[in-house]
């Protein structure tokens, strides 16, 4: 069955930490992409990648980076956490295009 | 470029009931559609999709046709269960070449249904 892993279902983490979010796929996926989901502002894309080291904003990058050394990896970068970061995480790959996604089972992340 | 508007919820049914879930798309040229269903605390899943214009894609007694003449894709089920509350997204591809699979979702709608 093909998978995308997210390496953490619940963290917490402290205000000002540098916290990392993994998720590996096992589709040999050319995309991946980073969501973050909230109470009524809905599914929001972060960052994506569409090739090993290749990388491009979505439509919230600030405070995020993200890190693809290897295809089946695409890791999400909090460079100093907020509260306002605290979210639920989403981590999809894709085929490509009218392929649609294959999400990961999501990061609910608290900063404190 | 390409859009979903979907029905506002949250919607609230009793166990067997019928559920329809409006969504309407606007795009260039027929893509993909997608209906996901996301239960509490997990990733979303796909549910069904439909390639093609008058396509039906079906999956656990739930249902939606492409229908290019309105430009939608609702989602149907006969008889909910209490197991099917969640949250449903519909979804479409960006328009673009260089979209790389990137897709549009619509709000969400959270079904409840009560025994």
């Known amino acids: 069955d093909v998978k995308v892993t997210q390496s953490s279902r619940y963290l917490v983490k402290r205000t000002g930490e540098k916290v990392f979010l993994e998720c590996v796929q096992d589709m040999d996926h050319e995309n991946m992409f980073w969501y973050r989901q909230d109470p009524g502002l809905g599914l929001r894309l972060i960052y994506f990648s569409y090739d090993v080291k290749m990388k491009e904003k979505g439509d919230i990058p600030e405070g995020y980076s993200v890190s693809r050394e290897k295809k089946e990896r695409f890791s999400l970068i909090l460079e100093s956490a907020s509260t306002n970061q605290t979210s639920m995480y989403l981590c999809?790959?894709?085929?490509?295009?009218?392929?649609?996604?294959?999400f990961g089972s999501g990061t609910r992340l608290t900063v404190v | 470029g390409n859009s979903v508007t979907q029905m506002e919820g949250p919607v609230t049914l009793s166990e067997e009931a019928f559920l329809t879930i409006n969504c309407t798309y606007t795009a260039t040229g027929y893509p993909s559609l997608f209906w996901y269903v996301q239960y509490p605390g997990e990733g979303l899943q796909l549910l069904l999709k439909?390639?093609?214009?008058?396509d039906k894609g079906s999956n656990k007694g739930f249902e939606a046709t492409y229908r290019k003449e309105t430009t939608s894709f609702h989602l149907e089920k006969g008889s909910v269960q209490v197991s099917d509350s969640a949250v449903y997204f519909c979804?479409?591809?960006?328009?673009?070449?260089?979209?790389?699979?990137?897709?549009?979702f619509g709000q969400g709608t959270i079904l409840t249904v009560h025994p």
């Open positions: 999809a790959s894709s085929r490509g295009k009218n392929y649609g996604y294959t």
């Open positions: 979804a479409l591809p960006e328009r673009g070449g260089t979209s790389y699979g990137k897709l549009t």
């Open positions: 439909a390639t093609k214009a008058d």
